[in-house]
T-cell receptor, first 109, second 116 residues
Framework: GQNIDQPTEMTATEGAIVQINCTYQ??????LFWYQQHAGEAPTFLSY??LDGLEEKGRFSSFLSRSKGYSYLLLKELQMKDSASYLC??????????WGAGTKLIIKP | GAVVSQHPSWVICKSGTSVKIECRSL??????MFWYRQFPKQSLMLMAT?????????EQGVEKDKFLINHASLTLSTLTVTSAHPEDSSFYIC????????????FGPGTRLLVL
């Protein structure tokens, strides 16, 4: 079966760095997405990786290793507004998005 | 960036009534639109995929006669929850995609449905 694993919850301190991991087992691979979802709101797009390596976009970076079925989202200089759920989603061989359950990130002052 | 809107944001209705939710891509033409449902503290669950001018493709376990999807144009898709029941209360989110299957989906703000 297809499976996306990410931690249920993480806590970090304002101003610090946090890394949210995502491992996947899917039938085929056509890219990995990270979305941010604040409570009660729809997800917003953060990043897309289809090749191995690190993609940097401001305070957020996303890394992919296809051979390991692994990705992480790195958030630097954490701000209170970064408190949200972070969803990892993989596009499989049928171009369907397989969603992880999300990682709830709690930022403490 | 690509903007997707949904209307209404909130709807409360009585059991047995039908509710229509609109999803619009405001600044682009969406070749494909998706409808998701999200129950509290759970991940997004894809309900159906719709392409303009053709019938929607429903995921297993989603009743197509209960969740009617109309994709009348490249900028508008509607989801109608027919004869809604309390168990249909959920957060309904649409997304729209430009171009091919490998492209990014952009999400609408979601519609929260409460069926009494």
């Amino acid at each position: 079966g297809q499976n996306i694993d990410q931690p249920t919850e993480m806590t970090a301190t304002e101003g610090a760095i946090v890394q949210i991991n995502c491992t996947y087992q899917t039938s085929g691979f056509n890219g990995l997405f990270w979305y941010q979802q604040h409570a009660g709101e729809a997800p917003t797009f953060l990043s897309y990786n289809v090749l191995d390596g690190l993609e940097e976009k401001g305070r957020f970076s996303s890394f992919l290793s296809r051979s390991k079925g692994y990705s992480y989202l790195l958030l630097k200089e954490l701000q209170m507004k970064d408190s949200a759920s972070y969803l990892c989603a993989v596009m499989d061989s049928n171009y369907q998005l397989i969603w992880g359950a999300g990682t709830k990130l709690i930022i403490k002052p | 960036g690509a903007v997707v809107s949904q209307h209404p944001s909130w709807v409360i209705c009585k059991s047995g009534t039908s509710v229509k939710i609109e999803c619009r891509s405001l600044d682009f033409q969406a070749t494909t639109m998706f409808w998701y449902r999200q129950f509290p503290k759970q991940s997004l669950m894809l309900m159906a995929t719709s392409n303009e001018g053709s019938k929607a493709t429903y995921e297993q376990g989603v009743e197509k006669d209960k969740f009617l999807i109309n994709h009348a144009s490249l900028t508008l898709s509607t989801l109608t929850v027919t004869s809604a029941h309390p168990e249909d209360s959920s957060f309904y989110i649409c997304s729209a995609r430009v171009g091919g299957a490998q492209e990014t989906q952009y999400f609408g703000p979601g519609t929260r449905l409460l069926v009494l």
